[in-house]
């Protein structure tokens, strides 16, 4: 399990926004307001609905800077 939740977290540090306004940046560097918002109004279904939620939920709590770490200690490959 504690594997899955590692792949879980590395995998979200690289995902990238895929559409609307804040297409390409990453998940994480997402202004908090458009989190809230998303949060409040339209959070899709699916993967990436429940990566936005966990978002939300680090951004909430302060835990960006994990998040930032993974993207320095395990870089996207290819």
Same mark, same amino acid.
């Given at each position: ?23 390409g940046r990453y998940l994480i560097d997402l202004p908090e307001y ?8 339209? /959070? ?13 939920? /680090?951004? /909430? ?18």
């Amino acid at each position: 399990m504690k594997n899955e939740q590692h792949a879980f977290l590395i995998e979200l540090a690289h995902t990238k926004m895929p559409y609307g306004k804040y297409e390409g940046r990453y998940l994480i560097d997402l202004p908090e307001y458009y989190m809230v918002w998303l949060h409040n109004n339209r /959070l899709p279904k699916g993967k990436l609905g429940e990566q936005l939620k966990l978002v939300h939920e /680090l951004k /909430l709590n302060g835990l960006e800077p994990l998040i930032r770490n993974i993207q320095k200690t395990h870089p996207k490959k290819g």
